[in-house]
């Protein structure tokens, strides 16, 4: 049973340009949750994806936007690239029929320079 | 708005030792509460969840108690391993479905 996958693993961008993150949830999951982490923080909660519509969302402005796949895969798009995007993008996946634990992946590591 | 705090931010213990970590929150009117493990530039690897209705869980050596009404969590490392050297985040679901994480208490088990 495959885990949450996520790629690419590591990235680097230069500022202004655009960068599309993937995520694939763990089998039986149908929402996904996108987080930034910086670097010694706790992630922070970007939005949040069930039946391909984006159901919550956080302090993030609009450059940071998402999609959900019919087949629950999900991505993260991030436009006009900041150097303070630069932190792990991690994605988890839960179950909204069951406790809603979620499952992380391993992240994808930005940096934009 | 809702805030999760984490204390301490940092530990480190000897081996053998029992430890609890701590986490509090301001808003009471939670959905459930997640402890998670995150060694350094890795992913989260879930430990315990407790639904907003429950006590406390049990797993292994790991035991999470939740306080809904004080806003508090803790999470007792019991018999403490050089393994479990890493950072650990609680994690609070609101009402709301928006989850907010602590900003984590790095443990050091020593050997």
């Known amino acids: 049973d495959a885990g949450v996958t996520q790629s690419p693993t590591h990235l680097i961008k230069t500022r202004g340009q655009q960068v599309t993150l993937r995520c694939s949830p763990k089998s039986g999951h149908d929402t996904v949750s996108w987080y930034q982490q910086a670097l010694g923080q706790g992630p922070q909660f970007i939005f949040q994806y069930y039946e391909e519509e984006e159901r919550q969302r956080g302090n993030f402005p609009d450059r940071f936007s998402g999609h959900q796949f019919p087949n629950y895969s999900s991505e993260l798009n991030v436009n006009a690239l900041l150097l303070g995007d630069s932190a792990l993008y991690l994605c988890?996946?839960?179950?909204?029929?069951?406790?809603?634990?979620?499952?992380f992946g391993p992240g994808t590591r930005l940096t934009v320079t | 708005k809702q805030e999760v705090t984490q204390i301490p931010a940092a530990l480190s213990v000897p081996e053998g030792e029992n430890l609890v970590l701590n986490c509090s929150f301001t808003d009471s009117a939670i959905y459930n509460l997640q402890w998670f493990r995150q060694d350094p530039g890795k992913g989260l690897t879930s430990l315990l969840l407790i639904q907003s209705s429950q006590r406390e869980q049990t797993s292994g050596r790991l035991n999470a108690s939740l306080d809904k009404s004080s806003g508090r969590s803790t999470l007792y490392i019991a018999a403490s391993q050089p393994g479990d050297s890493a950072t650990y985040l609680c994690?609070?679901?609101?009402?709301?479905?928006?989850?907010?994480f602590g900003k984590g208490t790095r443990l050091h088990i020593l050997p």
């Open positions: 988890a996946s839960s179950f909204a029929g069951g406790t809603y634990e979620q499952y």
């Open positions: 994690a609070v679901r609101g009402g709301d479905d928006k989850i907010i």
